[in-house]
């Protein structure tokens, strides 16, 4: 099973499918990252004459972070929303007007509970960490925050490509049906 097929995604899967909406993401964004995990470093490196350079190359993490969904997003494609926190601030409205429940750990070692709605007024998510914290302090209020896939999806479907949704549109405009062919 990938992480895309995982019934319950972590705050990272979540996010990485509402911002882009590419299986991929969600799957380097799994606690397990898809087997594969990375992240870009910059370090002063000996250039050509000798002298330090600064140079960014990638190394092995062992934590997927929010790093992985904006390297994702430096694509030209078109997304349904246009940066990252405007992805974050739908979650989290559709949290507080509780279209979509998330799950979290209050104790160690950690009993799961449902978070409620009213809660979402003093919670944001950490994206990075994977936990609910206040609004203020930034204390956290719940770890390890779980949502169901399946409602994710229902939510926030995938994004047929743009020629797609033409033919869509056009074929419903004349009342009929879209259907796709292939030879």
Same mark, same amino acid.
């Given at each position: 099973?990938?992480?895309?097929?995982?019934?319950?995604?972590?705050s990272?899967?979540l996010l990485?499918?509402?911002?882009? +909406?590419?299986?991929?993401?969600?799957?380097?964004?799994?606690?397990d990252?898809?087997?594969? +995990? *990375?992240?870009?470093?910059?370090?002063?490196?000996?250039?050509?004459?000798?002298?330090?350079?600064?140079?960014?190359?990638?190394?092995?993490?062992?934590?997927?972070?929010?790093?992985t969904?904006?390297?994702?997003?430096?694509?030209?494609?078109?997304?349904?929303?246009?940066?990252?926190?405007?992805?974050?601030?739908?979650?989290? *409205?559709?949290?507080?007007?509780?279209?979509?429940?998330?799950?979290?750990?209050?104790?160690?070692?950690?009993?799961?509970?449902?978070?409620?709605?009213?809660?979402?007024?003093?919670? +944001?998510?950490?994206?990075?960490?994977?936990?609910?914290?206040?609004?203020?302090?930034?204390?956290?209020?719940?770890?390890?925050?779980?949502?169901?896939?399946?409602?994710?999806?229902?939510?926030?479907?995938?994004?047929?490509?743009?020629?797609?949704?033409?033919?869509?549109?056009?074929?419903?405009?004349?009342?009929?049906?879209?259907?796709?062919?292939?030879?």
């Amino acid at each position: 099973m990938t992480g895309f097929d995982e019934p319950y995604w972590n705050s990272l899967q979540l996010l990485g499918w509402v911002y882009l +909406r590419v299986p991929d993401v969600v799957n380097r964004c799994s606690d397990d990252g898809g087997g594969v +995990r *990375w992240h870009l470093e910059e370090a002063n490196v000996p250039g050509k004459d000798g002298e330090p350079e600064r140079r960014s190359f990638e190394e092995p993490s062992r934590k997927p972070s929010t790093l992985t969904i904006t390297l994702y997003a430096a694509d030209d494609k078109a997304r349904p929303f246009s940066t990252m926190e405007a992805a974050e601030q739908d979650i989290h *409205w559709k949290l507080q007007r509780g279209a979509i429940t998330a799950t979290g750990k209050r104790d160690r070692p950690g009993t799961r509970q449902n978070i409620s709605v009213l809660d979402w007024i003093d919670l +944001r998510i950490d994206f990075d960490q994977g936990n609910a914290v206040g609004r203020s302090d930034a204390r956290p209020g719940y770890r390890d925050l779980r949502f169901e896939r399946a409602a994710v999806l229902k939510l926030w479907p995938e994004v047929a490509p743009a020629e797609e949704q033409k033919t869509e549109a056009s074929t419903r405009a004349k009342g009929r049906k879209a259907t796709s062919y292939s030879r």
